[in-house]
């Protein structure tokens, strides 16, 4: 028997779950969105949002990126990354991160109408949850998924109701599991997973206190703590985080793998934030604690017949580098405007398989560098003589050798300078957040060469326009004068082209394959006199096609197919790539 039918049940409100209920709900799509517990996260565990994620909400709708803005701490708070002995002790060292660097800045500026932040998970959550319900999902709380079937149409799914104890069946044509590093769904479809979970054991304590006076004139979100056990477990040094500037704050302690996990109680965890922060007398309100181990695991596959995993789900890692609820986000961005094509009949199933082919990748090198940047904390240990040591007396002598004025010690302050600034892998990885390029048979590349990169990939991000990357943001400008970056002209559930004078002829080719397929495809003609004007040659000076050339992009906004010159068969060329590209037969 069926208790409730929908076309995409989607288990988990985290953000991978939220934000694929909001994406489908706004491209018209009926579902329905379970989470176990009464209500969204209780703590703030994500909370470095990149400008990819900030993207996705720009692409839900300015309001809804706006009011993320409205509750975060903006860039400029996040980025003097501090090492110290305590926070009143001495500081060791910092590295300009998150786009706090005038360099990197200019490169953020560059790359995205859209800013880097710090939002808790606790804004993040309900704004992503408000603006699918808003738009229609419909949700049930309490409702813990168990287990499904799946026959040729659709998924039967068995769901616990909490209030009434009670079994429900909900019907789907598919299932997300988008439910967390424990999910039960990619468990019931056996996923196959790579690398080990439970690497390092961490805790979480979640406090109140007034700490301005030791952080406000060097503001930042992390303060790295230098203390006996700081290697042990954990996610690479003790961890004093920003929650609210600057009386509300995480601090992230390790612990043995190998050991039971601690009981943190409330002495253990004022003990631990008055070591951390230096002040014996500090009095905290704890507000909660948690243990939880640090992972490395990826999902080679994310799909499985109709059922499709998001989030941490599949890939399971260390929050460093902060890229795990950006990540499940952009899945969901990935994901959900395939379902709708199919959903709607205008793509063929086969278009949901590139789901996984383009996004497990990611999951393998999100998960490989969060590890990676535990590891990278190895040197600074190193550079202040502490790695065979846990003797606070003994670690505090050879910290204060570096002060010394002999060769030994200027070699010794030069590999802790040099430590510190290659955090930048964790702390300041633009390429990391922003390089994606989708591999896929829904991605025509016709055999053009990718472009190689010319810097570093993980610090740098490099615009281009290769079928699979995103496309680049430039500002064009509107007859009235208003300005708008590319990401506004594409996107939204659709598929969009640019071109320029010498192109209108792919108007024509758009608007045959619009009736043809019965899709939307929005038209963008950028040149002197057309709707938008590049005044600044921003676009010219990175879309690598000349003026009559196309730029296919994706609803994803990440491009499709490219045509370097306007082409004799504009008409069907495009439709063949558009069939191509949705596997319409
Ligand atoms: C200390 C810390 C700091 C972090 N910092 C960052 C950061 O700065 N930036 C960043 O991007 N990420 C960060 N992360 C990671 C981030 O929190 C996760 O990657 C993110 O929450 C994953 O989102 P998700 O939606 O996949 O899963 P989750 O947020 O875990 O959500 C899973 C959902 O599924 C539900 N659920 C589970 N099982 C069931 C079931 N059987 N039935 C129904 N519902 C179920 C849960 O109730 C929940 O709603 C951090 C994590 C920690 C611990």
């Known amino acids: 028997m069926t208790d409730i039918k929908t076309d995409v049940l989607i288990v988990g409100t985290g953000p991978a779950g939220s934000s694929t209920a909001a994406l489908l709900s706004s491209y018209g799509i009926d579902n329905v969105l379970i989470n176990n517990y009464s209500w969204l996260a209780g703590t703030p565990r994500a909370h470095i949002t990149n400008q990819r994620t900030m993207e996705v909400l720009r692409d839900l709708g300015k309001e809804v990126e706006a009011e993320a803005y409205l509750h975060a701490t903006e860039q400029d708070l996040m980025g003097e990354n501090i090492f110290c002995t305590s926070l009143a002790g001495e500081e060791l060292g910092r ?56 026959d040729e149409d659709g998924v039967l799914s068995t769901c616990l109701d909490k209030l009434s104890n009670k079994e429900i069946k909900i019907r789907s044509k598919y299932l997300v599991g988008a439910d967390g590093g424990n999910s039960k769904v990619a468990e019931n479809i056996d996923l196959p997973f790579e690398g080990k979970m439970g690497v390092g054991g961490s805790m979480n304590i979640l406090f109140k206190a007034d700490l301005s006076k030791y952080v406000a004139h060097r503001p930042s979100v992390l303060y790295w703590v230098l203390q006996p056990g700081a290697d042990i477990g954990g996610i690479g040094m003790g961890l004093v985080r920003m929650i609210r500037p600057w009386n509300e704050w995480l601090i992230v302690w390790g612990y043995d793998i190998n050991q039971p996990a601690p009981k943190v109680d409330k002495d253990f965890a004022t003990k631990v934030a008055r070591d951390l922060v230096g002040d014996p007398e500090l009095e905290i309100d704890l507000l909660s604690v948690s243990t939880w181990t640090v992972n490395n695991m990826y999902a080679k596959k994310m799909s499985k017949g109709r059922v499709f995993c998001a989030g941490d789900a599949t890939h399971r890692h260390p929050p460093s580098n902060g890229l795990g609820s950006n990540t499940s986000i952009q899945d969901g961005f990935n994901l959900a405007w395939k379902l709708a094509y199919v959903i709607k009949d205008k793509a063929g199933a086969e278009l949901l398989d590139t789901y996984s082919i383009e996004r497990s990748p990611i999951a393998k090198q999100i998960v490989t560098r969060a590890n990676q940047s535990i590891a990278e904390f190895g040197p600074i240990f190193e550079a202040l003589g502490l790695t065979d040591t846990q003797d606070p007396v003994k670690m505090k002598k050879n910290m204060d050798e570096r002060k010394q004025n002999s060769p030994k010690a200027e070699k010794q302050r030069q590999a802790l300078r040099e ?72 996107g939204k559930g659709n598929f969009s082209i640019f071109t320029g004078i010498g192109g209108e002829e792919w108007l024509k ?77």
């Not at 309900?126 to 799946?150: D, V």
């Not at 950028?526 to 196309?550: K, N, T």
């Open 419 to 490: 430590a510190i600034a290659f955090k930048k892998y964790e702390f300041d990885a633009h390429g990391v957040e922003m390089n994606h390029r989708y591999k896929s048979n829904s991605v025509l590349t016709e055999g053009d060469k990718e472009p190689e990169f010319k810097k570093d990939k993980e610090l740098f991000y490099q615009p281009t326009t290769y079928p699979g990357a995103r496309i680049p943001h430039a500002w064009v400008y509107d007859k009235t004068g208003v300005k708008h970056s590319l990401l506004d002209l594409c």
């Open 95 to 150: 590295m300009k991160s998150w786009g706090k660097h005038p360099n990197s800045r200019a490169e953020h500026l560059l790359s995205s109408p859209s800013f880097m932040n710090d939002l808790p998970q606790t804004f993040m959550e309900p704004l992503l949850y408000k603006t699918a319900c808003s738009r229609g999902t419909q949700s049930r709380m309490s409702t813990q998924y168990l287990s499904h079937i799946e």
């Open 509 to 585: 080719a758009a608007k045959n394959t619009e009736t043809q397929l019965g899709i939307k495809i929005q038209c963008n003609i950028i040149g002197p006199d057309q709707d938008f004007e590049d005044h600044a040659g921003e676009w010219s000076s990175i879309r690598e096609i000349s003026d009559s050339g196309l730029i296919l992009v994706r609803p994803d906004q990440h491009i499709c197919w490219r045509s370097k010159d306007m082409i004799s068969n504009s008409s069907e060329k495009l439709m063949d790539v558009m069939k191509k590209i949705l596997h319409k037969r």
